[in-house]
């Protein structure tokens, strides 16, 4: 028994698709990212302006973490490092009220945002050149009265997020 038209159809368009499946990996991935010879990279303790000293710490974990998953960079001192990230804490902003509970009986006072104001940057310690860089990069966090903590991870979070899709943005 022969295929019908349809079913050879069904058949022939994954073969169809890879074409242009190819394309689209090659331009959405075909030079974007850091430099080949960047294979390390050293996380320069931020300059905090804030009343927050544990925030340079914690940001340096958040950042150590999240460029070793996503830029696939290892850990190295600065004088060892193909790349350095730094900069400056400028601001650390809490309990900022978002939203209050209407029913006045309810437990909760309402949600919260926090905001952390930065200047971040990569540079090529080979080249000297500055291979991404964002001056007052404003991010935050939301969270419940009380629970500090989970609004700041958030914002350690965009801050991360901010850096890697710069890093793989260059063209």
């Not at 349809?6 to 242009?20: D, Y």
């Not at 009220?97 to 310690?125: C, F, H, K, N, S």
């Not at 979070?157 to 063209?171: D, F, K, N, P, V």
Request: aromatic share 6%; charged share 25%; proline share 4%.
């Amino acid at each position: 028994m022969r295929p019908s038209g349809v079913h050879r159809l069904r058949r022939l368009v994954p073969f169809a698709l890879l074409p242009l499946l190819a394309g689209c990996w090659w331009y959405g991935f075909a030079g974007g990212g850091l430099p080949d010879h960047i294979r390390t990279v050293a996380i320069i303790p931020f300059e905090n302006l804030t009343t927050s000293p544990d925030l340079q710490i914690e940001l340096a974990n958040e950042l150590e973490e999240e460029v070793g998953r996503w830029l696939h960079l290892r850990a190295a001192s600065e004088d060892r490092a193909d790349a350095v990230i730094r900069g400056t804490l400028r601001r650390y902003e809490t309990d900022i009220p978002m939203a209050l509970a209407a029913d006045r009986q309810q437990a909760t006072g309402g949600r919260r945002r926090l905001e952390i104001a930065l200047d971040i940057a990569i540079v090529d310690q080979t080249t000297g050149k500055t291979l991404w860089e964002r001056n007052g990069l404003v991010v935050a966090g939301e969270y419940d009265e009380s629970r500090e903590i989970e609004g700041r991870r958030q914002a350690l979070e965009e801050i991360a997020t901010a850096l890697i899709e710069g890093a793989q943005s260059q063209w």
